[in-house]
C-alpha cells in the first residue's frame, strides 16, 4: 500500500452551523475519510482537537499522548493552521515479540482553515502533558462595534 501525503482540510466554523446530528458528526466524516485516504493506521495517529471561540480569541486544543514538544510542528500559511507531528514507537523490534498491539504510531498532520477574523501573527502555543493548546487572537477590527446615534 502506497503512503498518501494527503492533507484532509476541514472548516470546524463552517461545519459547526450545520449538524443534523450524530452520524452526521463532522469529526466522524473526517476519520472516514482520513481513513480512506491514509488507511486505518494513520488516521488512528491522528489527535482528537477541541476548537473553541471566545469574544477575544480561538483557542485549538489537541490530545496528542506520547509525543514530544520537539516531534510537533505548528504553521499558519495562506489562512490555513496546520498541525505536524510524529509519535515514534519506543520498542525494538528484535528483542521484543508483539502479543497484542493497540496503539498506533507514526506521522500524522492535522490542517484547518482559520476564520476571517483570526490573527494569523498574533498566535501562542504551549504543550503539557501530552495537551498542545493554541491560543489565536481575532483581529480588533472584526470585533463588534456599538455606534452612537446623534439627534
Same mark, same amino acid.
Given at each position: 500500500?502506497?503512503?498518501?501525503?494527503?492533507?484532509?482540510?476541514?472548516? &470546524?466554523?463552517?461545519?459547526?452551523?450545520?449538524?443534523?446530528?450524530?452520524?452526521? =458528526? !463532522?469529526?466522524?466524516?473526517?476519520?472516514?475519510? +482520513?481513513?480512506?485516504?491514509?488507511?486505518?493506521? +494513520?488516521?488512528?495517529?491522528? &489527535?482528537?482537537?477541541?476548537?473553541?471561540?471566545?469574544?477575544?480569541?480561538?483557542?485549538?486544543?489537541?490530545?496528542? !499522548? #506520547?509525543?514530544?514538544?520537539?516531534? =510537533?510542528?505548528?504553521?499558519?500559511? /495562506?489562512?490555513?493552521?496546520?498541525?505536524? #507531528?510524529?509519535?515514534?514507537?519506543?520498542?525494538?523490534?528484535?528483542?521484543?515479540? +508483539?502479543?497484542?498491539?493497540?496503539?498506533?504510531?507514526?506521522?500524522?498532520?492535522?490542517?484547518?482553515?482559520? &476564520? +476571517? /477574523?483570526?490573527? &494569523?501573527?498574533?498566535?501562542?502555543?504551549?504543550?503539557?502533558?501530552?495537551?498542545?493548546?493554541?491560543?489565536?487572537?481575532?483581529?480588533?477590527?472584526?470585533? !463588534?462595534?456599538?455606534?452612537?446615534?446623534?439627534?
Amino acid at each position: 500500500m502506497a503512503e498518501s501525503k494527503d492533507v484532509i482540510r476541514w472548516d &470546524p466554523f463552517r461545519e459547526l452551523e450545520r449538524w443534523a446530528g450524530l452520524s452526521d =458528526l !463532522p469529526a466522524f466524516r473526517l476519520a472516514r475519510r +482520513a481513513g480512506e485516504a491514509q488507511g486505518e493506521a +494513520a488516521a488512528m495517529v491522528s &489527535p482528537a482537537v477541541d476548537i473553541t471561540e471566545a469574544d477575544d480569541k480561538y483557542v485549538v486544543t489537541a490530545e496528542i !499522548p #506520547g509525543v514530544k514538544k520537539d516531534d =510537533l510542528t505548528i504553521e499558519i500559511q /495562506d489562512g490555513v493552521l496546520s498541525i505536524r #507531528g510524529e509519535k515514534r514507537s519506543e520498542r525494538e523490534e528484535k528483542k521484543e515479540k +508483539a502479543r497484542w498491539l493497540e496503539r498506533s504510531y507514526g506521522a500524522f498532520t492535522r490542517a484547518f482553515t482559520l &476564520p +476571517a /477574523d483570526a490573527a &494569523p501573527d498574533k498566535v501562542s502555543a504551549s504543550f503539557e502533558n501530552g495537551i498542545l493548546k493554541i491560543e489565536i487572537a481575532k483581529r480588533a477590527e472584526a470585533k !463588534p462595534k456599538t455606534i452612537a446615534i446623534k439627534g
